[in-house]
């Protein structure tokens, strides 16, 4: 519990926030003013929550000055009025205890998904583009703008690779729960006898870097042009506008030829490279913090998988937190709310729990 000084305090580090976004030296640094908004932006609901509390408290102590020596109608009502700000008070601090939980460094950030068929050649393929549909209503329901970087089809239709960016509020707090290995219990269309199969495709999330996050030296990149093909290897134009960038220190590959022009795949490569390298140095950092690290793909396998959707049942099942809905029909058509809420709540509590041990 936060006493009176430190809830004064965070009321007034934001209002100096405010203050520095109207100051004209920091109207002429661009920098300045972006580093004083983001902090204004991030304090501005504890600071609301903090002035709430203090009233509250305020109301408390007078209330309960009040109370000596009070009698008949007056103590009854001051005491109702006592109660009423002490539940007040416990609401506010628990809300105040989650905003002040250590913040996600990606929080601000937008997202790039990247979707791979994994087990079960073409149907995982078939799965995949599933998935890509599915988290493409998911962002519309919620607002979120999507641009597809890059997609590859496979030859019935499927999806081998595809990348996209997600912009809009709240988008990495849910989508990084998307991240590993999303396995399938259906009938597939190849399949003659009715029988069902199990296949797998695999999700990352990455969080989008800029330009100052990593720094790309161009003697660090081997940049390859190639002529774009298509399900099955045809060339689907006639100019070597495809690309592919090799970070030579890392070994990380990107190749992008869904754009038009050779410059325009370009700069898309090397919007994903930043976000993958962003990450590998995340994880590198976590790990030197952790004993145990699962990354996010894994092996891609039918026994490794974050979720399971069993057509026949209509369930979907997060093995992470235990959830199991038998609407599959309205998660894959976008309604991923109650899944995405239960994970980002079990996220708070984990965190609650963390910080009071």
Known sequence: MMDDGGLAALVEEYEQALSRMGDPAALSDQRELQKAGRRAKQLEPMAEVASRLLAARQDRDAARELLVGAEGEDRWSLEAELAGSEALISQLDEELNVLLLPRDPNEDRDVLIE?????????????????????????DRRGWKLEVLSLTESDMGGIGEATFRLAGDGVWARMKHEAGPHRVQRVPTTESQGRIHTS????TALPEAEEVDVRLDEKDLKVDVYRSSGPGGQSVNTTDSAVRVTHLPTGVVVSMQDQKSQLQNKAKALLVLRSRLLKLQ????????????????????????????????????????????????????????EISDALVADERARLLGAAGA
């Open 115 to 139: 979707i791979r068929g994994a087990e079960g050649g073409e149907e995982a393929n078939l799965w995949a583009r599933d998935l890509y549909e599915m988290y493409t209503r998911f962002a």
């Open 200 to 203: 797998s495709a695999t999700v």
């Open 282 to 337: 995340q994880d590198e950092q976590a790990a030197e913090s952790s004993a145990t690290r699962r990354s996010q793909v894994g092996g891609g396998g039918r026994g490794e998988k974050i979720r399971t959707y069993n057509y026949k049942e209509n369930r979907v099942t997060d093995h992470r937190i235990g959830l199991t809905t038998y609407t599959l029909n309205k998660v894959l058509e976008g309604e991923l709310d």
